[in-house]
Antibody
Framework: QVQLVESGGGLVKPGGSLRLSCAAS????????MSWIRQAPGKGLEWVSY????????NYADAVKGRFTVSRDNARNSLYLQMNSLRADDMAVYYC???????????WGQGTLVTVSS | QSALTQPASVSGSPGQSITISCTGT?????????VSWYQQHPGKAPKLIIY???SRPSGVSNRFSGSKSGYTASLTISGLQAEDEADYYC??????????FGGGTKVTVL
């Protein structure tokens, strides 16, 4: 069965950086687009980014464009999100998700919490 | 890309039917039949319950159904049960080849 396990969250100061990871299993990782979606405390879901199976196609929400970079290592069945210049409004639970097609998340991990505070 | 518009809360008694609306624009809901719905219980990850406006993934109860008219998509829960108490989010493909979510609707079973 599909399993997605995020890691790398934690406390970071404003302006700092953090790299999230997502370990995937139960499906042929390289065949699927993957997404990052976040949820601020007590708030709704916000799409952040996606990446194609080969890694050649990526897209980002305007709120993170230029600061976040999505990547993947198909040999390791892993998805990554490099987050730079973090701000207070980036504080959220970050979910990785396996997509159907390019954008639709159909399986989600349990999330990892990113806290941005001085 | 602005979030899709959902009511903040909807409630119903056990056995009743409720409907949650999700309103967008011609660039998302109105332009594509790629609306999906997710159920999220407190502290849990979202779960896909409807995709492509009105299709259900395997294993999802047929008490959940979806529809769309113009710029508004809807999720109907029939025969409301206590376990349906959760947050529900709509989502749509957009003209920018991205994904946009609604603000979420809290469903309360009275």
């Amino acid at each position: 069965q599909v399993q997605l396990v995020e890691s790398g969250g934690g406390l970071v100061k404003p302006g700092g950086s953090l790299r999230l990871s997502c370990a995937a299993s139960g499906f042929t990782f390289s065949d699927y687009y993957m997404s990052w979606i976040r949820q601020a405390p007590g708030k709704g879901l916000e799409w952040v980014s996606y990446i194609s199976g080969t890694g050649s196609n990526t897209n980002y929400a305007d709120a993170v464009k230029g600061r976040f970079t999505v990547s993947r290592d198909n040999a390791r069945n892993s998805l990554y999100l490099q987050m730079n210049s973090l701000r207070a409004d980036d504080m959220a639970v970050y979910y990785c998700a396996k997509n159907y097609g390019s954008t639709r998340p159909d399986y989600w991990g349990q999330g990892t919490l990113v806290t941005v505070s001085s | 890309q602005s979030a899709l518009t959902q009511p903040a809360s909807v409630s119903g008694s056990p056995g009743q039917s409720i409907t949650i609306s999700c309103t967008g624009t011609s660039s998302d809901v109105g332009g594509y039949d790629f609306v999906s719905w997710y159920q999220q219980h407190p502290g849990k990850a979202p779960k896909l319950i409807i995709y492509d406006v009105n299709s259900r993934p395997s294993g999802v109860s047929n008490r959940f159904s979806g529809s769309k008219s113009g710029y508004t998509a809807s999720l109907t829960i029939s025969g409301l049960q206590a376990e349906d108490e959760a947050d529900y989010y709509c989502s749509s493909y957009t003209s920018s080849s991205t994904r946009v979510f609604g603000g979420g609707t809290k469903v309360t079973v009275l």
